[in-house]
């Protein structure tokens, strides 16, 4: 039974001396489970406004390109999910909640076009309480088992804390920005409308333009383009203590 190696692998895995050989550890615990490809990152929080948004990915370079290029970190449902939920999840399931005419749909039929069928997904929190998401894929194949969903969570919780290690905690990058600013922003960054973030993030379209003009002003931004590409000053202050809300 896979869980009787979950510790050990875990183990391993916390040892790992670079991204690189975590990534390269990481690869092997999910082989076991069928997933080929993984990536492991953050989907809330200051990282993803800065260089350090994943952990590590193997996954093909073909497809990062079509990811990239057409857009499709503002359409992937899985995103969506980690921070809606926080429960970890498989592909199929989520797809079979959406809506006929969600724009996720394009994701995974690309995937399939490079190969990945089905995969897994767990959302976990960082060392600076951040959502992370490891999210892991491969060829065609049946529903995960119990045992399988139980170790890929434990070796991806294991794999994103090491990573957060690795990088370690950095300076923040927004000032005095609450939490839910945070997260308003970085979604803004990657491309969302207020509608979207509201959505995403379970808050009024109304909530989420205060708090991106409660952001702009604390940056100094003229607008919200200049807020969406970080071009301003960061106060040297850390966060703020204040309420989500």
């Known amino acids: 039974m896979l869980q009787q190696h979950t510790?050990?692998?875990?183990?391993?895995l916390a040892a790992a001396i670079s991204l690189a050989d975590l990534a390269a550890r990481f690869q092997v615990a999910v082989e076991v489970c069928g997933m080929t490809a993984s990536a492991s990152g953050m989907v809330s929080g200051p990282r993803i406004l800065g260089p350090n948004q994943f952990h590590f990915t193997n996954w093909p370079g073909k497809w990062l390109s079509v990811y990239q290029s057409r857009g499709f970190a503002t359409l992937d449902a899985l995103p969506r999910w980690a921070i809606v939920s926080g429960e970890a999840v498989a592909w199929s399931e989520v797809l079979a909640l959406l809506e006929p005419t969600d724009p996720g749909f394009q994701?995974?039929?690309?995937?399939?076009?490079?190969?990945?069928?089905?995969?897994?997904?767990?959302?976990?929190?960082?060392?600076?309480?951040?959502?992370g998401l490891v999210s892991v894929a491969g060829g065609r194949r049946a529903n995960f088992s119990t045992d399988e969903r139980a170790y890929l969570q434990s070796v991806?919780?294991?794999?994103?804390?090491?990573?957060?290690?690795?990088?370690?905690?950095?300076?923040?990058?927004m000032g005095t920005f609450t939490a839910r600013e945070h997260e308003c922003v970085a979604l803004l960054r990657q491309g969302f409308t207020d509608p979207e973030i509201g959505r995403v993030i379970g808050i009024s379209p109304t909530t989420v333009k205060f708090h991106l003009d409660n952001a702009r002003r604390k940056t100094g931004s003229r607008n919200r383009v200049e807020l969406a590409v970080g071009a301003y000053a960061f106060p040297a202050q850390g966060l703020a203590d204040s309420a989500l809300e």
């Open 7 to 12: 510790g050990r692998i875990s183990a391993e």
């Open 107 to 131: 994701v995974y039929k690309a995937a399939g076009q490079h190969g990945f069928f089905e995969g897994y997904a767990t959302p976990v929190r960082g060392r600076a309480g951040a959502l």
């Open 156 to 173: 991806s919780i294991a794999a994103l804390h090491r990573g957060e290690e690795l990088l370690g905690i950095p300076k923040p990058l």
